[in-house]
């Protein structure tokens, strides 16, 4: 695991640099807002979207964000020009969307912070919160979680998330790889903002939240690669059959999904930049 991790951030910075010979990038690969962008992106766009959110745009966040490495600068690299084209984006089975936020500040869990949503999409039908991992998994997530947060359940009925946190609290289920921690408490925080928006409507709306991940093009030959497959199956029949779906796929399988769709004019050079940029054996 060492030589993954210590070959990683030099790959992503050399990436970086190979698409964007004149920005200013540091040895751990840590560049400008713009210069983090894939070719194509429109920076002053992409800052309006940030702008509207709490995390109060650009800078705001740095270093982690901005990051070559960085797993929300990777999300917002693919899905950046969708947002003038929302209409053709097809997601999950889920079609006209008609809003996309970039870093989503969600709700307190009694009284516990819930952290960030590194996305959220919002269509008549669904709502998709994204999280989105640029090889952390190599890294291990120790499940921590507060005690208040037992709180959150206390008027509301048991399902498979309630039941992995208690077995993830009681050390009955251990994740080597995958953030299991970090997704309950998105699962916590996402349901409020439904809960909210619902008000006093009886069921909030259909919702998945879905774990877009990084690896290598040769994942294959790391066990680290197929723990963390392992990983999100367990994860994914533990969570199932409750109110907030739980679904996983690669980057590379999303751009491969979205490039045998019914792909709009721009897309196949996106994907292309998105390629230069992301594909690379370690």
């Known amino acids: 695991m060492a030589t993954i991790e210590e070959n990683l951030t030099r790959e992503f910075a050399d990436a970086l640099r190979a698409a ?5 990038i540091d040895d751990l690969g ?5 210069d983090s962008l894939v070719e194509g992106i429109d920076a002053d766009r992409v800052r309006r979207v940030f702008g509207t959110a709490d995390s109060r745009g650009p800078g705001s966040r740095q270093p982690r964000l901005y990051a070559a490495h960085s797993g929300t600068m990777l999300l917002v690299n693919v899905f950046a020009p969708w947002l003038d084209d929302l209409a053709s984006l097809e997601l999950l089975g889920l079609r006209g969307f008609g809003d996309l936020r970039f870093e989503v500040r969600l709700p307190s869990v009694a009284g516990e912070p819930a952290g960030w949503l590194p996305a ?19 890294s291990g997530h120790p499940a921590k979680f507060a005690a208040a947060l037992d709180r959150f359940w206390d008027d509301r009925e048991e399902n498979g998330w309630r039941r992995e946190m208690r077995a993830l609290q009681e050390g009955r289920h251990g994740y ?8 309950i408490k998105q699962y916590m925080g996402l349901r409020l903002l439904l809960e909210a928006a619902a008000g006093s409507e009886a069921r909030i709306a259909p919702a998945t939240l879905l774990y877009l991940y990084w690896e290598p093009l040769n994942a294959a030959r790391f066990d680290e690669c197929d723990e963390h497959h392992a990983e999100i199956a367990q994860f994914h029949d533990s969570v199932s059959d409750s109110d907030i ?3 996983a796929m690669s980057y590379f399988d999303l751009w491969a999904e979205w490039a045998r769709g019914d792909a709009p004019s721009w897309l196949p050079l ?3 930049r998105l390629h230069q940029r992301y594909s690379f054996r370690i």
């Not at 964007?20 to 200013?24: G, I, L």
């Not at 840590?30 to 713009?34: C, H, L, P, T």
């Not at 790889?177 to 997704?183: G, K, N, P, V």
């Open 20 to 24: 964007r010979p004149e920005a200013k």
């Open 30 to 34: 840590y560049a400008g807002f713009a």
């Open 120 to 138: 959220l999409l919002i269509a008549p039908d669904g709502v998709v919160g994204i999280e989105s991992d640029c090889a952390g998994f190599l």
């Open 176 to 183: 080597a790889r995958l953030d299991a921690a970090r997704l």
């Open 245 to 247: 779906d739980f679904a």
């Open 270 to 272: 996106h994907l292309t």
